[in-house]
């Protein structure tokens, strides 16, 4: 496998299907069935989920909520599809355990890297929900975060689109697909991989992210095992 230890960065919207609302559990099963096959082939795995399927703080904000308030919300949002995503991964036979940031037993277990650790070495997935814990910081940031605090090799982020392109391909037909590029060129082209803040932490913290189609799951499987199905951002010395 391309990686021994990785963070898989999945989107609420991608959790709700089609229209990218609610929970779609044919979907959220595909992604589990993807996630458990990778385990036991010996991939460690720490998952942050999103939850704009559900709510999402900036659009609160726009219809009046506090933004912290609002923050707080899209946070909890996280922690129904990180649920979801984990009852699915055990039904695949391999055990997954939910965190949150702020302790929320029984609901879900307080992030502590030593038990995060023997999950993972142990053969099982972490789910990391709650965001970062603290409002203004998005998912993405708090996949950077726990990619840091996990020592992960690399990020995957798993999106709509098939990696990162010179323009929006959807306004753009002369938009192309990079392969690979280096963090600095991302920043200076202002390319939108990730927020600044995450991207900002994995440059400094030397974990490579890689963009990918995630809608169809097999692509987790292919990127692993080597195949060209994404973007590769990293530093030079890669």
Do not use: W
């Amino acid at each position: 496998m391309k990686y021994n230890r990785i963070l898989l960065k999945l989107s609420g919207e991608a959790m709700g299907g089609a229209d990218g609302q609610g929970l779609d559990s044919d979907v959220i099963k595909s992604y589990a069935v993807e996630i458990a096959k990778a385990v036991k082939a010996g991939v460690q795995i720490g998952i942050v989920v999103g939850g704009g399927n559900i709510f999402r703080g900036m659009n609160g904000v726009k219809e009046g909520f506090d933004r912290v308030k609002g923050d707080q919300m899209g946070m909890l949002a996280t922690v129904i599809n990180g649920k979801a995503l984990g009852i699915f991964i055990e039904e695949e036979g391999v055990k997954a355990e939910v965190y949150t940031p702020h302790p929320m037993e029984p609901f879900a277990r307080h992030f502590n890297k030593d038990r995060v650790m023997e999950v993972l070495k142990g053969g099982g997935v972490a789910i990391f929900t709650g965001g970062t814990g603290n409002p203004f910081f998005t998912t993405d940031s708090a996949a950077s975060l726990k990619a840091c605090e996990i020592e992960a090799d690399a990020l995957l982020k798993g999106t709509k689109v098939d990696g990162v392109y010179t323009a929006d391909p959807k306004k753009d037909p002369t938009a192309t697909r990079y392969e690979r590029l280096t963090f600095d060129k991302a920043l200076a082209d202002n390319l939108k991989v990730m927020d600044q803040t995450a991207f900002t932490m994995c440059k400094e913290n030397d974990i490579p992210i890689e963009v990918f189609d995630m809608t169809d799951p097999k692509n987790l499987l292919r990127l692993l095992e080597g195949e060209n199905v994404g973007t590769v951002v990293c530093n030079e010395n890669k």
